[in-house]
Protein backbone atom coordinates (compact mmCIF):
# COMPACT_ATOMS: atom_id res chain seq x y z
CA UNK A 1 0.00 0.00 0.00
CA UNK A 2 1.05 3.28 -0.28
CA UNK A 3 2.51 5.11 2.60
CA UNK A 4 0.63 7.67 4.13
CA UNK A 5 1.20 11.10 5.59
CA UNK A 6 0.67 11.47 9.21
CA UNK A 7 -2.72 12.38 9.08
CA UNK A 8 -4.07 14.66 6.02
CA UNK A 9 -2.59 18.08 7.65
CA UNK A 10 0.60 17.05 6.46
CA UNK A 11 -0.32 17.87 3.36
CA UNK A 12 -1.50 21.22 4.24
CA UNK A 13 1.78 21.34 6.16
CA UNK A 14 3.55 20.60 2.61
CA UNK A 15 1.59 23.15 0.75
CA UNK A 16 2.56 25.90 3.07
CA UNK A 17 6.66 25.18 1.24
CA UNK A 18 4.96 25.96 -2.46
CA UNK A 19 6.44 29.87 -1.81
CA UNK A 20 9.66 29.14 0.15
CA UNK A 21 12.80 27.22 -0.12
CA UNK A 22 15.40 27.38 -3.49
CA UNK A 23 15.00 25.05 -6.20
CA UNK A 24 18.19 25.04 -8.59
CA UNK A 25 17.20 24.86 -12.19
CA UNK A 26 19.64 21.48 -12.48
CA UNK A 27 20.51 19.59 -15.73
CA UNK A 28 20.58 16.07 -16.74
CA UNK A 29 23.53 14.16 -15.54
CA UNK A 30 27.02 15.20 -17.64
CA UNK A 31 27.12 11.84 -19.82
CA UNK A 32 23.83 12.83 -21.46
CA UNK A 33 23.39 16.52 -21.70
CA UNK A 34 26.61 17.54 -22.71
CA UNK A 35 26.62 18.77 -26.04
CA UNK A 36 29.03 17.16 -28.79
CA UNK A 37 31.36 20.79 -28.86
CA UNK A 38 31.77 20.98 -25.44
CA UNK A 39 32.65 16.85 -25.24
CA UNK A 40 34.86 17.82 -28.37
CA UNK A 41 36.81 20.77 -26.08
CA UNK A 42 37.57 19.01 -23.34
CA UNK A 43 38.26 15.46 -25.30
CA UNK A 44 42.24 15.73 -26.90
CA UNK A 45 42.21 15.68 -30.23
CA UNK A 46 43.82 12.32 -30.47
CA UNK A 47 40.87 11.05 -29.12
CA UNK A 48 38.40 12.89 -31.07
CA UNK A 49 37.92 10.93 -34.21
CA UNK A 50 37.69 7.31 -32.12
CA UNK A 51 34.38 8.83 -30.26
CA UNK A 52 31.34 6.54 -31.33
CA UNK A 53 28.46 8.55 -32.65
CA UNK A 54 25.71 8.24 -30.54
CA UNK A 55 22.25 6.16 -31.12
CA UNK A 56 19.22 8.64 -32.83
CA UNK A 57 16.85 7.78 -29.93
CA UNK A 58 13.01 8.47 -29.64
CA UNK A 59 11.45 8.69 -25.93
CA UNK A 60 7.67 8.90 -26.01
CA UNK A 61 6.59 11.75 -23.29
CA UNK A 62 2.61 10.96 -22.73
CA UNK A 63 1.19 14.28 -20.92
CA UNK A 64 -1.48 16.38 -19.76
CA UNK A 65 -1.13 19.60 -21.52
CA UNK A 66 -2.85 19.94 -24.58
CA UNK A 67 -4.53 23.41 -24.33
CA UNK A 68 -1.86 26.22 -26.13
CA UNK A 69 -3.78 28.56 -23.90
CA UNK A 70 -2.49 26.36 -20.41
CA UNK A 71 1.27 28.41 -19.78
CA UNK A 72 2.13 24.62 -18.89
CA UNK A 73 1.79 23.53 -22.43
CA UNK A 74 4.34 26.41 -23.42
CA UNK A 75 6.68 25.28 -20.58
CA UNK A 76 6.55 21.66 -21.32
CA UNK A 77 7.61 22.57 -25.15
CA UNK A 78 10.52 25.10 -24.08
CA UNK A 79 12.02 22.52 -21.68
CA UNK A 80 11.78 19.66 -24.52
CA UNK A 81 13.91 21.52 -26.75
CA UNK A 82 15.90 22.73 -24.39
CA UNK A 83 16.56 19.41 -23.87
CA UNK A 84 16.58 18.23 -27.53
CA UNK A 85 19.35 21.11 -28.18
CA UNK A 86 21.61 19.63 -25.29
CA UNK A 87 21.23 15.90 -26.67
CA UNK A 88 20.88 16.39 -30.31
CA UNK A 89 20.88 12.66 -30.92
CA UNK A 90 17.41 12.49 -28.43
CA UNK A 91 13.79 13.00 -30.23
CA UNK A 92 11.17 13.60 -27.87
CA UNK A 93 7.74 12.59 -29.16
CA UNK A 94 5.22 14.33 -27.34
CA UNK A 95 1.32 12.68 -26.90
CA UNK A 96 -0.41 15.45 -25.70
CA UNK A 97 -3.88 14.58 -24.28
CA UNK A 98 -6.89 15.56 -21.86
CA UNK A 99 -7.00 14.08 -18.55
CA UNK A 100 -9.67 11.44 -19.42
CA UNK A 101 -8.36 10.80 -22.56
CA UNK A 102 -4.74 10.05 -21.50
CA UNK A 103 -6.41 7.46 -18.72
CA UNK A 104 -9.00 5.70 -20.92
CA UNK A 105 -5.65 5.74 -23.48
CA UNK A 106 -3.37 4.18 -20.39
CA UNK A 107 -5.36 1.68 -19.22
CA UNK A 108 -5.49 0.20 -22.77
CA UNK A 109 -1.63 0.73 -23.17
CA UNK A 110 -1.48 -0.83 -20.10
CA UNK A 111 -3.49 -4.29 -21.32
CA UNK A 112 -1.06 -4.85 -23.77
CA UNK A 113 1.91 -3.91 -21.97
CA UNK A 114 3.09 -1.08 -24.10
CA UNK A 115 3.12 2.13 -21.96
CA UNK A 116 4.57 4.94 -23.24
CA UNK A 117 8.56 5.76 -21.95
CA UNK A 118 6.96 7.95 -19.57
CA UNK A 119 3.20 8.88 -19.00
CA UNK A 120 0.91 10.32 -16.36
CA UNK A 121 -0.77 8.63 -13.66
CA UNK A 122 -2.52 9.75 -10.35
CA UNK A 123 -1.65 9.15 -6.81
CA UNK A 124 -2.55 6.57 -4.36
CA UNK A 125 -5.37 3.79 -5.30
CA UNK A 126 -5.72 5.25 -9.06
CA UNK A 127 -1.45 4.14 -9.49
CA UNK A 128 -1.63 1.30 -7.56
CA UNK A 129 -2.90 -1.48 -10.37
CA UNK A 130 0.42 -0.64 -12.31
CA UNK A 131 2.56 -0.59 -10.00
CA UNK A 132 1.07 -4.42 -8.92
CA UNK A 133 1.31 -5.09 -12.55
CA UNK A 134 5.06 -3.90 -12.60
CA UNK A 135 4.12 -1.68 -15.65
CA UNK A 136 6.68 1.46 -14.04
CA UNK A 137 10.10 1.62 -13.08
CA UNK A 138 11.12 2.61 -9.57
CA UNK A 139 12.75 5.68 -9.65
CA UNK A 140 14.91 6.03 -6.18
CA UNK A 141 17.95 5.92 -8.15
CA UNK A 142 17.21 9.22 -10.66
CA UNK A 143 15.78 10.96 -7.49
CA UNK A 144 18.60 10.87 -6.30
CA UNK A 145 20.61 12.17 -8.75
CA UNK A 146 21.28 15.72 -9.24
CA UNK A 147 19.33 16.62 -5.47
CA UNK A 148 16.22 16.69 -7.74
CA UNK A 149 14.23 14.65 -4.63
CA UNK A 150 15.25 17.77 -2.33
CA UNK A 151 13.34 20.04 -4.68
CA UNK A 152 10.16 18.16 -3.70
CA UNK A 153 7.87 19.44 -0.96
CA UNK A 154 8.33 17.25 1.74
CA UNK A 155 5.89 14.09 2.18
CA UNK A 156 4.05 14.62 -1.80
CA UNK A 157 6.20 11.28 -2.51
CA UNK A 158 4.71 9.71 -0.19
CA UNK A 159 1.80 9.64 -2.73
CA UNK A 160 3.27 8.06 -5.34
CA UNK A 161 5.54 5.58 -2.99
CA UNK A 162 4.54 1.69 -2.50
CA UNK A 163 7.07 -0.90 -0.53
CA UNK A 164 9.70 1.74 -0.55
CA UNK A 165 10.13 2.08 -4.04
CA UNK A 166 9.12 5.82 -6.07
CA UNK A 167 7.52 5.16 -9.53
CA UNK A 168 5.90 8.58 -9.94
CA UNK A 169 6.91 12.41 -9.60
CA UNK A 170 4.34 14.26 -9.42
CA UNK A 171 3.32 17.77 -11.36
CA UNK A 172 1.30 19.14 -8.39
CA UNK A 173 0.41 19.68 -4.75
CA UNK A 174 -3.06 21.91 -5.21
CA UNK A 175 -6.42 22.72 -3.03
CA UNK A 176 -9.59 22.72 -4.36
CA UNK A 177 -11.37 26.44 -4.69
CA UNK A 178 -14.36 28.65 -6.02
CA UNK A 179 -12.90 31.27 -9.03
CA UNK A 180 -15.12 34.03 -9.62
CA UNK A 181 -15.34 36.60 -12.19
CA UNK A 182 -15.62 39.99 -9.84
CA UNK A 183 -17.32 41.93 -12.37
CA UNK A 184 -19.92 39.15 -13.44
CA UNK A 185 -21.03 39.29 -9.37
CA UNK A 186 -21.20 43.50 -9.42
CA UNK A 187 -23.51 42.91 -12.77
CA UNK A 188 -25.85 40.61 -11.00
CA UNK A 189 -25.77 42.03 -7.85
CA UNK A 190 -24.39 39.29 -6.29
CA UNK A 191 -21.58 38.58 -2.55
CA UNK A 192 -19.49 36.05 -2.63
CA UNK A 193 -21.81 33.35 -0.59
CA UNK A 194 -20.47 32.06 2.60
CA UNK A 195 -22.71 29.13 2.84
CA UNK A 196 -23.62 26.42 0.28
CA UNK A 197 -26.98 27.60 0.20
CA UNK A 198 -26.31 31.13 -0.76
CA UNK A 199 -24.20 29.81 -3.74
CA UNK A 200 -27.36 28.17 -4.99
CA UNK A 201 -28.97 31.65 -4.33
CA UNK A 202 -26.39 33.66 -6.17
CA UNK A 203 -26.78 30.79 -8.91
CA UNK A 204 -30.15 31.51 -9.54
CA UNK A 205 -29.81 35.18 -9.29
CA UNK A 206 -27.01 35.45 -11.93
CA UNK A 207 -29.14 32.65 -14.11
CA UNK A 208 -32.48 35.45 -13.77
CA UNK A 209 -30.04 38.51 -15.32
CA UNK A 210 -28.83 36.24 -18.07
CA UNK A 211 -25.12 35.33 -16.49
CA UNK A 212 -24.32 31.74 -17.32
CA UNK A 213 -23.81 30.95 -13.07
CA UNK A 214 -21.12 28.02 -13.42
CA UNK A 215 -18.44 26.42 -15.75
CA UNK A 216 -18.02 22.61 -15.56
CA UNK A 217 -16.22 20.24 -17.93
CA UNK A 218 -18.45 17.17 -17.25
CA UNK A 219 -17.46 14.80 -20.12
CA UNK A 220 -14.35 14.43 -18.07
CA UNK A 221 -15.83 12.71 -15.63
CA UNK A 222 -13.71 13.65 -12.36
CA UNK A 223 -14.86 17.16 -12.48
CA UNK A 224 -17.91 16.76 -10.96
CA UNK A 225 -16.51 14.13 -8.83
CA UNK A 226 -14.36 16.58 -7.38
CA UNK A 227 -16.98 19.47 -6.62
CA UNK A 228 -19.09 17.07 -4.97
CA UNK A 229 -16.68 15.23 -2.64
CA UNK A 230 -16.14 19.01 -1.22
CA UNK A 231 -20.11 18.99 -0.65
CA UNK A 232 -19.29 15.58 1.51
CA UNK A 233 -16.75 16.86 2.90
CA UNK A 234 -19.06 19.72 4.61
CA UNK A 235 -22.06 17.36 5.04
CA UNK A 236 -19.88 14.56 6.74
CA UNK A 237 -18.79 17.23 9.24
CA UNK A 238 -15.22 16.40 8.20
CA UNK A 239 -12.88 14.53 6.40
CA UNK A 240 -12.98 10.53 6.09
CA UNK A 241 -16.11 9.49 5.05
CA UNK A 242 -15.28 7.35 2.84
CA UNK A 243 -12.46 5.78 5.12
CA UNK A 244 -15.09 5.17 7.23
CA UNK A 245 -16.84 3.12 4.88
CA UNK A 246 -13.57 0.92 4.07
CA UNK A 247 -13.08 0.31 8.18
CA UNK A 248 -16.57 -1.11 8.21
CA UNK A 249 -18.15 2.01 10.07
CA UNK A 250 -20.06 3.65 7.35
CA UNK A 251 -21.92 2.85 4.71
CA UNK A 252 -23.34 5.06 1.50
CA UNK A 253 -26.83 5.23 3.04
CA UNK A 254 -25.34 7.32 6.05
CA UNK A 255 -27.05 10.74 5.86
CA UNK A 256 -23.68 12.50 5.28
CA UNK A 257 -23.63 11.15 1.49
CA UNK A 258 -27.33 11.09 1.25
CA UNK A 259 -27.32 14.72 2.00
CA UNK A 260 -24.20 15.83 0.07
CA UNK A 261 -26.58 14.19 -2.77
CA UNK A 262 -29.58 15.90 -2.06
CA UNK A 263 -27.44 19.45 -1.82
CA UNK A 264 -25.36 18.66 -4.47
CA UNK A 265 -28.93 18.20 -6.85
CA UNK A 266 -29.62 21.74 -5.48
CA UNK A 267 -26.88 23.20 -6.67
CA UNK A 268 -27.86 21.47 -10.66
CA UNK A 269 -31.55 21.96 -10.27
CA UNK A 270 -31.12 25.80 -9.68
CA UNK A 271 -29.05 25.92 -12.98
CA UNK A 272 -25.92 26.04 -12.10
CA UNK A 273 -24.35 24.71 -15.10
CA UNK A 274 -23.98 24.94 -18.55
CA UNK A 275 -26.26 23.35 -21.42
CA UNK A 276 -24.91 20.24 -21.91
CA UNK A 277 -22.12 20.06 -19.53
CA UNK A 278 -21.32 16.85 -19.98
CA UNK A 279 -20.22 17.32 -23.41
CA UNK A 280 -17.88 20.06 -22.46
CA UNK A 281 -14.60 18.31 -21.73
CA UNK A 282 -12.17 19.58 -19.00
CA UNK A 283 -10.37 22.40 -21.51
CA UNK A 284 -13.62 23.22 -23.35
CA UNK A 285 -15.69 24.23 -19.74
CA UNK A 286 -12.81 25.68 -18.56
CA UNK A 287 -12.67 28.10 -21.40
CA UNK A 288 -16.22 29.37 -20.60
CA UNK A 289 -14.65 30.76 -17.77
CA UNK A 290 -11.46 31.86 -18.96
CA UNK A 291 -13.27 34.15 -21.90
CA UNK A 292 -15.97 35.52 -19.29
CA UNK A 293 -18.67 33.53 -20.18
CA UNK A 294 -19.39 31.99 -16.38
CA UNK A 295 -19.37 33.43 -13.48
CA UNK A 296 -17.77 30.72 -11.37
CA UNK A 297 -15.60 27.94 -11.83
CA UNK A 298 -15.10 25.22 -9.13
CA UNK A 299 -11.30 23.43 -9.79
CA UNK A 300 -7.74 22.95 -7.96
CA UNK A 301 -5.59 25.53 -7.90
CA UNK A 302 -3.83 24.39 -10.86
CA UNK A 303 -6.34 26.12 -13.00
CA UNK A 304 -4.24 29.60 -11.85
CA UNK A 305 -2.00 30.12 -14.16
CA UNK A 306 -4.21 29.52 -16.85
CA UNK A 307 -6.72 31.90 -15.46
CA UNK A 308 -4.29 34.22 -15.15
CA UNK A 309 -2.64 34.35 -18.61
CA UNK A 310 -6.50 34.40 -20.18
CA UNK A 311 -9.06 37.59 -20.88
CA UNK A 312 -10.45 37.53 -17.13
CA UNK A 313 -6.97 38.30 -15.55
CA UNK A 314 -7.94 41.07 -13.31
CA UNK A 315 -11.50 40.49 -12.56
CA UNK A 316 -11.06 36.96 -10.56
CA UNK A 317 -11.11 36.64 -7.58
CA UNK A 318 -11.14 33.04 -5.58
CA UNK A 319 -13.10 32.32 -2.26
CA UNK A 320 -13.40 28.65 -0.36
CA UNK A 321 -16.08 26.50 -0.36
CA UNK A 322 -18.49 26.85 1.97
CA UNK A 323 -20.15 25.52 5.10
CA UNK A 324 -23.38 23.32 3.58
CA UNK A 325 -26.52 22.92 5.98
CA UNK A 326 -24.20 24.62 8.82
CA UNK A 327 -21.74 21.39 8.77
CA UNK A 328 -18.00 21.94 7.75
CA UNK A 329 -15.12 23.62 8.38
CA UNK A 330 -14.07 25.93 4.92
CA UNK A 331 -10.31 25.62 6.04
CA UNK A 332 -10.74 21.89 5.44
CA UNK A 333 -10.00 21.61 1.42
CA UNK A 334 -10.26 19.28 -1.54
CA UNK A 335 -6.60 18.17 -1.85
CA UNK A 336 -4.96 16.87 -4.64
CA UNK A 337 -1.34 15.70 -4.74
CA UNK A 338 -1.00 15.73 -8.22
CA UNK A 339 -0.93 13.90 -11.97
CA UNK A 340 2.83 12.40 -11.95
CA UNK A 341 5.00 11.46 -14.30
CA UNK A 342 6.18 7.90 -14.55
CA UNK A 343 8.80 5.79 -16.52
CA UNK A 344 7.87 2.43 -18.08
CA UNK A 345 9.45 -0.74 -16.60
CA UNK A 346 9.71 -2.08 -20.16
CA UNK A 347 11.33 1.27 -22.26
CA UNK A 348 13.63 0.24 -24.58
CA UNK A 349 15.60 3.14 -23.02
CA UNK A 350 15.89 2.95 -19.83
CA UNK A 351 18.19 4.88 -19.10
CA UNK A 352 18.09 7.91 -21.44
CA UNK A 353 14.05 8.15 -20.58
CA UNK A 354 15.24 8.68 -16.70
CA UNK A 355 18.10 11.01 -17.33
CA UNK A 356 15.63 12.96 -19.34
CA UNK A 357 12.64 13.17 -17.14
CA UNK A 358 15.04 14.42 -14.31
CA UNK A 359 16.38 17.07 -16.82
CA UNK A 360 13.09 18.36 -16.82
CA UNK A 361 11.71 18.03 -13.47
CA UNK A 362 14.58 19.86 -12.40
CA UNK A 363 13.88 22.80 -14.97
CA UNK A 364 10.40 22.31 -13.86
CA UNK A 365 9.60 25.10 -11.10
CA UNK A 366 12.24 27.45 -12.47
CA UNK A 367 10.06 27.22 -16.04
CA UNK A 368 6.41 26.80 -14.32
CA UNK A 369 7.23 30.19 -12.51
CA UNK A 370 8.73 32.09 -15.28
CA UNK A 371 4.87 31.78 -17.13
CA UNK A 372 2.80 32.53 -14.19
CA UNK A 373 2.67 28.55 -13.97
CA UNK A 374 3.95 28.01 -10.35
CA UNK A 375 1.25 28.21 -8.39
CA UNK A 376 0.21 24.85 -6.76
CA UNK A 377 2.85 22.87 -7.84
CA UNK A 378 4.98 20.10 -5.94
CA UNK A 379 8.00 21.16 -5.82
CA UNK A 380 9.49 24.53 -3.82
CA UNK A 381 9.98 27.46 -5.66
CA UNK A 382 12.31 29.90 -5.78
CA UNK A 383 11.04 33.46 -6.28
CA UNK A 384 8.91 36.61 -5.27
CA UNK A 385 5.32 35.78 -7.01
CA UNK A 386 4.70 38.97 -6.28
CA UNK A 387 7.57 40.67 -7.33
CA UNK A 388 7.21 38.31 -10.80
CA UNK A 389 3.90 40.03 -11.68
CA UNK A 390 2.09 36.99 -10.85
CA UNK A 391 -1.79 38.84 -9.74
CA UNK A 392 -3.58 38.85 -7.02
CA UNK A 393 -5.81 36.48 -7.77
CA UNK A 394 -2.98 33.91 -7.63
CA UNK A 395 -1.45 35.71 -4.68
CA UNK A 396 -5.18 35.12 -2.83
CA UNK A 397 -4.53 31.39 -3.88
CA UNK A 398 -1.10 31.51 -2.19
CA UNK A 399 -2.72 32.84 0.91
CA UNK A 400 -5.79 30.30 1.04
CA UNK A 401 -2.50 27.76 0.82
CA UNK A 402 -1.55 28.26 4.27
CA UNK A 403 -5.01 28.52 5.90
CA UNK A 404 -5.63 24.44 4.94
CA UNK A 405 -6.54 22.20 8.02
CA UNK A 406 -6.25 18.98 6.00
CA UNK A 407 -9.57 17.71 4.13
CA UNK A 408 -9.78 14.75 1.77
CA UNK A 409 -8.43 13.02 -1.19
CA UNK A 410 -10.58 12.69 -4.77
CA UNK A 411 -12.82 9.53 -4.58
CA UNK A 412 -10.45 7.90 -7.11
CA UNK A 413 -7.10 8.66 -5.49
CA UNK A 414 -8.95 6.62 -2.49
CA UNK A 415 -11.45 3.65 -3.92
CA UNK A 416 -10.09 0.92 -6.28
CA UNK A 417 -11.15 1.52 -9.64
CA UNK A 418 -13.75 -0.46 -10.04
CA UNK A 419 -15.58 1.48 -7.49
CA UNK A 420 -14.46 4.50 -8.79
CA UNK A 421 -15.95 3.76 -12.00
CA UNK A 422 -19.37 3.53 -10.58
CA UNK A 423 -19.05 6.94 -8.39
CA UNK A 424 -18.09 8.78 -11.80
CA UNK A 425 -20.45 7.37 -13.83
CA UNK A 426 -23.39 7.95 -10.49
CA UNK A 427 -22.36 11.38 -10.11
CA UNK A 428 -22.44 12.36 -13.80
CA UNK A 429 -25.68 11.15 -14.45
CA UNK A 430 -27.15 13.65 -12.15
CA UNK A 431 -26.02 16.42 -14.50
CA UNK A 432 -28.69 14.83 -16.85
CA UNK A 433 -31.19 13.52 -14.62
CA UNK A 434 -32.50 14.04 -10.82
CA UNK A 435 -32.43 11.11 -8.72
CA UNK A 436 -33.21 9.85 -5.55
CA UNK A 437 -30.43 10.64 -2.92
CA UNK A 438 -31.36 7.26 -1.64
CA UNK A 439 -31.26 5.46 -4.91
CA UNK A 440 -27.81 7.17 -5.66
CA UNK A 441 -26.55 5.60 -2.23
CA UNK A 442 -27.32 2.69 -3.42
CA UNK A 443 -25.88 2.56 -6.84
CA UNK A 444 -22.58 3.56 -4.39
CA UNK A 445 -22.80 0.80 -2.24
CA UNK A 446 -23.53 -1.94 -5.16
CA UNK A 447 -20.43 -0.51 -6.70
CA UNK A 448 -18.27 -0.93 -3.11
CA UNK A 449 -20.26 -4.23 -2.35
CA UNK A 450 -18.87 -5.66 -5.76
CA UNK A 451 -15.33 -4.21 -5.84
CA UNK A 452 -14.17 -4.88 -2.61
CA UNK A 453 -11.52 -7.17 -2.13
Not at 105 to 113: E, G, N, P, R, V
Not at 125 to 143: E, G, I, T, Y
Not at 225 to 240: C, Q
Amino acid sequence: MVKKYKGLQVIGASLLAISLTACGSGSGTSTSTATPSAKAAATPAATTSTTEKKENITITFQNIYPDPTDPKNGMLKKIVNDYQTKNPNIKIELDSLNTDQQKLKLKTQAASKEVPDITIVNPAAQMKPFVDAKLFAPLNDMVEQNGLKATFQEGILDWYTFDKNIYALPDGNNIGLVYYNKDLFKQAGVEVPKTFEEMVAAVKTLKGKGIQPMAIGEKDSWTGSFLFMNVLLRTNGGPGFLQAVVDGKKTFADPAFTDAVSSFEDLIQAGAFQEGATSFDYNAGENLFKTGKAAMYFMGSWATGGIETSSVNGKVGVFKFPTVKGKGNPDEFMLAPGSAFAISANSKHLKETKDFLNFFMLNFPKEAFAVKGAVGIAQKVDGDFKAAGYSDMAMEVLGLFKQVKGGDLAFDNTMNPGTSQGHLTSIQNLFVQKKDPAEVGKEHQTAYDTNKK
